[in-house]
């Protein structure tokens, strides 16, 4: 099934229940239609929610590369991942877009994580790092002009998915491939020590686990 079937249809279910809260009920439903479209990439893409404090508060959500995730569990695990594909902001459907993106916490994130998503479940907006290093709007998709419009389309979730087409699906595609950059020394370091660790992984099995977990111990934010 088209996975914006289920997205609407969700939304539309757990809105109509009157027993939900306007943001944080809602995380599940957009978190499985990220992860429906990140697992169609190459390599493929995992939205976590709710993302630990790495210094800048508390995301709603990150986007990662699942390259970046152990793969063996004997292994002395990072104390944190860096979101490869950004950070994440959700509000509520009646939020405006542009004032999400403007606010203090948008725009701690996206000093920490280089990139940002910012969504009210019907409008997205990605917030990204120009070539001056500066803050720039990469590129934004709307689902509806209004809250109360947008309730009134998910009502019919098949008919508005019909609507959208591949349009909506392609430019989330676009958002799971956009690599967050990397600028702060700190953040450089890890990612350095991330790669070398893939590059340790393929000899673990011929090599004694002590040795390998002492050289990420150098790594910067393996320090605890």
Request: hydrophobic letters at 35%.
């Amino acid at each position: 099934m088209n996975p914006l079937v289920n997205y609407f249809r969700n939304l539309q279910e757990i809105h109509s229940s009157q027993a939900a809260v306007k943001e944080t009920s809602y995380y599940g439903t957009l978190e499985t239609l990220l992860n429906e479209i990140g697992k169609t990439l190459k390599p493929r893409v995992r939205c976590i929610i709710n993302l630990r404090n790495q210094g800048a508060g508390l995301p709603d959500g990150g986007l990662f590369n699942v390259n970046q995730f152990p793969k063996n569990q004997e292994l002395e695990a990072f104390t944190a991942i860096f979101p490869e594909r950004g950070a994440i902001e959700i509000k509520g459907t009646k939020e405006d877009i542009k004032k999400i993106a403007a606010s203090e916490q948008v725009q701690k994130y996206w000093q920490k994580y280089g990139q940002v998503l910012v969504t009210n479940y019907r409008d997205f907006l990605l917030i990204g790092r120009n070539s001056q290093g500066q803050p720039v709007e990469l590129e934004a998709y709307s689902l509806a002009p209004s809250e109360a419009e947008f309730w009134l389309k998910t009502s019919n979730p098949s008919k508005f998915a019909a609507e959208q087409g591949d349009s909506l699906l392609e430019y989330l595609k676009r958002v799971l491939l956009q690599a967050a950059p990397i600028t702060s020394p700190a953040d450089v370091a890890w990612f350095l020590c991330a790669r070398r660790k893939s590059t340790l992984r393929t000899s673990f099995r011929s090599s004694r686990s002590g040795q390998y977990s002492s050289s990420f111990r150098k790594c910067p934010r393996y320090q605890i």
